[in-house]
């Protein structure tokens, strides 16, 4: 029967006191809180991406965080994550919509770690200097990610993303840290 203090699954059941109650539901308010923030943290990061707007993307970031970016070597601090996403901003990329998917986020007190599915649509591709129509062609990628909550909300500390289908982005076998973003 699960009318003790605690059932099966460590929640409070009615016979507990009302106060552990109340103090069993404002801890798990606050960790649905914490998650709704974290995506949409990540979500509109993403949005970012999508619409260009590069010189927002290192706020998104704390000082000491490190972007491991596809074909880019890891960079640390957000001087150097400025970097990195200052330099793609040369290398425009059109017609594409993007959809962030399939939050695995697990909060713990002040960090957090999350998983996403990514996948990336293209309208057009770029032939000899201009836009050319094509549909179809996608690309699904994988976040893993850390989070902390700083006195300005949730941060990334952490990013590694790769290209998993249909061709995947190869690992680097040095998984050091830069520093020195984009111009590598």
Do not use: N
Request: charged share 30%; glycine share 10%; net charge negative.
């Amino acid at each position: 029967m699960l009318t003790e203090a605690a059932d099966r699954t460590g929640r409070l059941g009615p016979g507990a006191d009302l106060r552990a109650r109340l103090a069993d539901l404002s801890v798990r308010l606050k960790a649905l809180q914490d998650l709704g923030e974290i995506e949409a943290l990540h979500r509109s990061h993403t949005r970012a991406v999508s619409e260009r707007r590069f010189g927002e993307l290192a706020d998104y970031f704390t000082d000491d965080a490190v972007a491991d970016m596809r074909s880019h070597r890891p960079v640390a601090g957000r001087a150097a994550i400025e970097r990195h996403f200052a330099g793609m901003a040369a290398a425009p990329l059109t017609g594409a919509g993007y959809v962030l998917s399939s939050p695995a986020v697990e909060v713990r007190a002040d960090r957090a770690v999350g998983e996403w599915s990514w996948l990336r649509l293209y309208s057009e591709v770029r032939h000899g200097g201009s836009a050319v129509p094509e549909w179809g062609r996608w690309e699904e990628g994988r976040y893993h990610c850390e989070y902390r909550r700083t006195d300005a909300g949730w941060k990334f500390t952490y990013m590694h993303f790769r290209v998993v289908l249909p061709d995947r982005d190869p690992e680097w076998s040095d998984d050091e840290p830069t520093g020195k973003g984009a111009e590598q």
